[in-house]
């Protein structure tokens, strides 16, 4: 049966054309125009993934994010104009799985839900009880980084790695980046909620102990590399299959 999807959608226009596109795309669509329609929506039946806008007229498109996740594992893509940074990783943090800034190709959008769709049916396939197992979050090389746990796992073992506020938030600017490079005061501002102001020693250190909780992990490789008088990066064949 074609898979069930939930568009939050305050404007008319984009409402219309992105339903049409999934309609014909293949999926099953209901789309709602606020949040109260959206959770009616969910009440009524479940959806296989939902597709968020942030910018609503009765409630932050981040709260309902929050909320979702606070009741269900459904696979959520965030569909937005607004550009900022912090609003991305705040919903990936809030347990998205995924995020689109408008203005997007509606096959780039079709493509992330069907990514999507398979790895959450491949997670529910699992018989593996561990509960560590990861529940949403973007693979890179040996990798899982979870938003919603703030975790990193190796993916062959599901081992945790554990890491500091400071060391996740770096790691994650950088898997946001996805392989383009990161100043260190991109850096230094995705950290910046720390007691002491960091400094460019600060985000060399952080990066040198992710590294090496990385290797102790028994990772072959920690996909960081440094942009010399730059920054960092990951290597961009992390992403691939
Ligand atoms: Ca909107």
Redesign the pocket.
Known sequence: MAAYVLLL???PS?RFLLGSYLEKSGFRVTTAANAADFFAACARHMPDCVLL?????DED?LVVARKIRQRSDVPMIIV??RQEESDRLTGLELGADDYVVKPFHPRELIARIHNLLQRSSRRSATTDPVPSTPSSGVPFGELLIDFGKRQLVVIKDHQAIVLTPGEFDCLAALILAKGNFVTRDQLKDAISNREDPPDDRTVDSIICKIRRKIKQAGCRSDKIRTVRGHGYQIDSDAFGA
Do not use: A
């Open positions: 959608e305050d404007d984009m806008d942030l910018g609503l007229p498109g937005t104009s």
